[in-house]
């Protein structure tokens, strides 16, 4: 099992933190004769596998080696979307001088106020994930390593839980590159950069991913120069291209160094900095800084668990195997979230531990591939994506037509100052059925989400031109490509029958 680096500083808001999500007043229950289920990890997937359980009237057992809430809570979602706001204010302001408010004495970032306040957020919403809340719901919590020794058992600090299903949500860690010198140099992941209280002068991220573009334009807007530095040749590569287009031009403009297809091939601590010899098209480059953050992957929570002895399938790369209803090897045993999953995300966990919980305890048939996944990277603008996109319809054998609006042709994103991105929805070929869409807007999550309600819901293209957006907003762009699309069913023919029924009724 993987445990998080400790919390630093151990100020008001993580002693609070601690409090909640592992409190040093906690002691383990006796274990119960036998469980209806039991859930290893207290991420997402395991806090909600676990709640959704209790609350069906299930005995459930939570365990959790570390804290509750796990990498959404301490290390990802919270605190890094937390940071992306200070930096978006910081941005605004510096900015606002084209919406004519000039702001007067210049603009100062104070890190620490900043660090303090992701630090405060954190503790609060830590409500939600506390061991008082899981007790309060009748959960069984258990605080230490948690190890299968039987296909129907698990240990925890001696204490056997028998089990009649069980549920493996152990997550995913950041992956360490293997980069000659990188160790012994230091570096930072998500896993400790919220814990800095000082702004890093000068900051190399180290992969062009969801983690390292949101973490990149965060820390150059509150200060700090960055170089991002990406072995491909764009960012965010699974996204569109002109997607990554807009990104890689924002992020330019605003300072961000980008060094791309490059190869960081070692790294030397001299003089108080950390010095990153980068191999490119251009040569070999070296690159002096005060700080390294590598966001450059992740890799499932398999080890430690004891899987052999459940007879469970596992990969160190891929994690546990399972089929579409989330079931291993042992037909007792499902696992959900970051360890078995493509789609690894905090949602995307959500969804799978309520489909887990239901095959496991009422013989559900629900299946993971049914889901409609939309995702988004948090940078500004945002970038979200649903459904299918060219590449993967094209090796699906789907043939696509294309609508777009730009941003730049929507009343709303115009006001706002924010006219780059657009909006793409895919409808089959021939037919008024959504398949996919991407959005390139401030607030694209936002705006993604009515797509993937249309598409869950079986609402065609045709019948969101009809559904009345307020004006002005930036969603009206969704109900001008409706328009759009109905006017691609005005073929020549239909035009000529029209203009008769027009003549003759004059």
């Keep these: 099992m993987h445990d998080f680096p400790p919390l630093a500083p151990l100020d008001e808001h993580n002693r609070e933190l601690l409090a909640r999500v592992r409190p040093g007043s906690h002691r383990n229950p006796t274990p119960a004769p036998r469980y209806n289920l039991v859930v290893v990890g207290a991420g997402t997937a395991g806090l909600v596998s676990a709640a959704g359980a209790a609350g069906l009237g299930a005995r459930v057992a939570l365990v959790e080696s570390h804290l509750l809430?796990?990498?959404?809570?301490?290390?990802?979602c919270v605190p890094s979307k937390t940071l992306l706001r200070s930096a978006r204010a910081a941005h605004e302001l510096r900015g606002a001088g084209r919406l004519g408010v000039r702001a007067s004495g210049g603009i100062e970032v104070d890190f620490g106020a900043v660090m303090a306040r992701l630090r405060r957020i954190r503790a609060e919403i830590a409500r939600n994930d506390s061991v008082s809340r899981f007790t309060g719901l009748g959960v069984d919590v258990f605080l230490g390593h948690g190890r299968f020794v039987a296909p129907d058992a698990l240990e925890v600090d001696g204490s056997r839980l028998r089990f009649v299903r069980a549920v493996i949500a152990?997550?995913?860690?950041?992956?360490?590159?293997?980069?000659?010198?990188?160790?012994?140099?230091?570096?930072?992941?998500n896993e400790d950069v919220f814990h800095l209280t000082e702004r890093p002068r000068r900051l190399a991220v180290v992969g062009g991913g969801p983690v390292g573009c949101e973490l990149s334009q965060a820390f150059s807007r509150l200060g700090s120069e960055v170089a991002l530095i990406h072995d491909r040749e764009r960012l965010l590569e699974r996204e569109d291209p002109d997607a990554s287009e807009i990104l890689e031009r924002v992020l330019r403009r605003e300072g961000v160094r980008l060094v791309l297809g490059a190869t960081l091939e070692r790294v030397e601590r001299a003089d108080g900095e950390k010095r990153l010899q980068v191999k490119h098209a251009g040569g070999v480059e070296r690159i002096a800084v005060d700080e390294i953050l590598v966001g450059a992957g992740r890799r499932p929570n398999v080890e430690g668990l004891g899987l052999e002895a459940a007879g469970v399938r596992f990969d160190p790369e891929r994690g546990v195997a399972v089929d579409d209803r989330l079931r291993t090897a042992n037909r007792r045993i499902f696992a959900a979230g970051d360890v078995c999953m493509a789609w690894r995300f905090t949602h995307a966990a959500?969804?799978?531990?309520?489909?887990?919980?239901?095959?496991?305890?009422?013989?559900?048939?629900?299946?993971?591939?049914?889901?409609?996944?939309?995702?988004?990277t948090y940078t500004d603008p945002e970038i979200a994506h649903v459904g299918l996109g060219p590449r993967e319809a094209e090796a699906r054998g789907v043939a696509l037509d294309t609508f777009v609006r730009p941003l730049s042709e929507v009343d709303r994103a115009l006001a706002d100052d924010a006219g780059e991105g657009f909006v793409r929805i895919h409808v089959a070929k021939g037919r008024d059925r959504?398949?996919?869409?991407?959005?390139?807007?401030?607030?694209?999550?936002?705006?993604?989400?009515?797509?993937?309600?249309?598409?869950?819901?079986?609402?065609?293209?045709?019948?969101?031109?009809?559904?009345?957006?307020?004006?002005?907003?930036?969603?009206?762009?969704?109900?001008?490509?409706?328009?759009?699309?109905?006017?691609?069913?005005?073929?020549?023919?239909?035009r000529r029958w029209l203009g008769r029924w027009l003549a003759w009724t004059r």
């Design 69 to 76: 809430g796990g990498d959404c809570l301490v290390a990802g």
């Design 434 to 494: 959504i398949v996919g869409a991407t959005v390139v807007a401030r607030d694209a999550g936002d705006l993604v989400s009515e797509i993937a309600v249309a598409m869950a819901g079986g609402v065609g293209l045709a019948r969101l031109a009809s559904v009345i957006h307020p004006y002005p907003t930036q969603a009206d762009a969704i109900r001008q490509l409706g328009d759009a699309y109905n006017r691609t069913r005005l073929t020549p023919g239909v």
């Design 170 to 189: 152990t997550g995913a860690r950041a992956v360490h590159p293997a980069i000659p010198g990188l160790a012994e140099a230091g570096f930072l992941t």
């Design 350 to 376: 959500d969804a799978a531990a309520r489909i887990a919980i239901q095959n496991a305890l009422f013989l559900g048939r629900r299946r993971l591939s049914a889901l409609t996944m939309p995702w988004c």
